[in-house]
């Protein structure tokens, strides 16, 4: 097989993420879970499916869920380990991830209080979803993921998805007699519901299509909270005030997250396809069919954009133009991530002047454990994953102290 173009720099990787002659090809290996889900569309059939879906995720979704869903689910998962005074980080921000995306993509758990079976259960499909989207990144037997993979999606619809539906469908049918969309859940199920027989969708798209949002919702933010937490635990030392102005000064503690975001996107690279020949600006040229792969790490890095130590990690850092902080982290272009706002928030300037600020869930999220004195613990050293060519952290115990006021 021929080499993949590379595309690298900020403004080139950019450029290539918006140039819609290129293909999504990331996701190609697990068709069993991402066959026609969102991220893998293309073209015409890739803007018809996200103006649908866009319904759940313009107005004030992202509030919403910071505001209104996020707090109880933080508490609920938090309570037990306070009691405990230590947790294991990756463990903690997939737990408070499932089940807020459990939310977002329309499933019917309850907040969890205690590791209950269904919770762990949901967990552990969950997590199944997540090795089958980043099957190209993984260092097991693939066709064994496959077979796992497809074994979580059954369970999954059996278990969870079934009930969930059918409550929808009495939900919708009441709306539709009532002309009362506002008793609606905002989620993505009754999203793809309601519009199921006008878009011609077959039951299992959308069974993959809300297994995709599950795992789209979750996945990337746990591990990017691990990334957050180290990158600023390493920043902050044994210096008190540095941490104490984390606590205090939420829009310099969501600057941090955004920080390390940019130096942690969830795919080091985003893999396309052309569909026609064209050249780059850069001089490269593709034929149809050639591989191209979009070093996002590297653009992230890139030190015409972000300063001749842009390898580190820097709270202060002051871009000079209008590049967002946390750079190519959520894509651009028509794959942009729909959950980026709210794992994000509103950047600086974007503030609401009255009412709640909107930090993102990660900030919020790191707020509660740094306000609950969360630190790494050393007799516990964090480790990597090894199932994964990601950079991820299998393992991170931290210990929980102080207790916020
Ligand atoms: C730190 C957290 C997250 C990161 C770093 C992240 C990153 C990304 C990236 C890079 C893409 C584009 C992939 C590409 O162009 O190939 C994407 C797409 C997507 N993300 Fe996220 N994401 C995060 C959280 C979320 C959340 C919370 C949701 C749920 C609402 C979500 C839902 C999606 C969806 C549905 C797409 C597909 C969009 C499309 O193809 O049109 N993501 N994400």
């Not at 230590?86 to 807020?100: I, K, M, Y």
């Not at 008793?183 to 299992?204: K, N, Y």
């Amino acid at each position: 097989m021929q080499d993949p173009t590379q595309v690298t720099g900020f403004d080139n990787a950019l450029a290539a993420l918006c140039d819609r002659r290129l293909v999504q090809s990331m996701y190609g290996e697990c068709d069993i879970l991402m066959k026609d889900v969102l991220l893998t569309l293309h073209g015409e059939q890739h803007a018809r499916r996200r103006a649908v879906e866009l319904q759940l995720f313009r107005k004030d979704f992202a509030r919403y869920y910071e505001h209104a869903v996020l707090p109880d689910i933080v508490a609920h998962t938090l309570a037990p380990y306070l009691e405990q005074g230590s947790v294991d980080l990756p463990d903690f921000g997939a737990r408070v991830t499932l089940n807020l995306s459990a939310r977002i993509a329309g499933l019917d758990i309850k907040p969890v209080t205690a590791a209950t079976e269904d919770t762990e259960l949901l967990l552990s499909i969950v997590r199944k979803f997540g090795e089958g989207a980043t099957l190209f990144h993984s260092t097991r037997d693939k066709s064994e993921v496959r077979t796992e993979v497809a074994r979580a999606l059954a369970v999954f619809n059996e278990v969870f998805l079934q009930p969930a539906w059918e409550r929808r469908l009495a939900l919708i049918e009441v709306s539709a007699a009532t002309e009362n969309e506002a008793t609606l859940p905002r989620d993505i199920l009754t999203v793809l519901l309601s519009h199921q027989a006008e878009q011609g969708w077959d039951d299992a798209l959308i069974r993959r299509e809300v297994a995709f949002f599950m795992q789209a919702a979750s996945h990337s933010s746990a591990a990017a909270l691990v990334h957050a937490f180290h990158e600023i635990t390493s920043w902050c030392g044994s210096d008190p005030g540095r941490r104490q102005r984390l606590i205090d000064d939420p829009l310099f503690l969501q600057r941090s997250v955004h920080e390390s975001l940019r130096l942690h996107p969830a795919s080091p690279v985003a893999w396309r396809v052309s569909d026609c020949p064209f050249t780059f600006s850069d001089g490269n040229s593709v034929a149809a069919g050639d591989a191209v792969v979009v070093a996002l790490q590297d653009a992230n890095r890139d030190p015409t954009v972000f300063g001749a130590d842009a390898d580190h990690f820097d709270p202060h850092r002051r871009l000079q133009n209008r590049t967002a902080p946390y750079g190519l982290t959520f894509g651009v272009g028509v794959h942009t991530c729909f959950g980026r706002d709210l794992a994000g928030g509103s950047l600086p300037e974007q503030q609401p002047s009255e009412g709640p600020q909107h930090l993102g869930t990660l900030t919020r999220i790191l707020h509660k454990l740094f306000s609950s004195g969360a630190q790494p613990d050393p007799d516990h050293p964090p480790e990597r994953a090894t199932d994964t060519l990601r950079a991820n952290w299998a393992r991170y115990p931290i210990r929980l102290g102080v207790h916020s006021p």
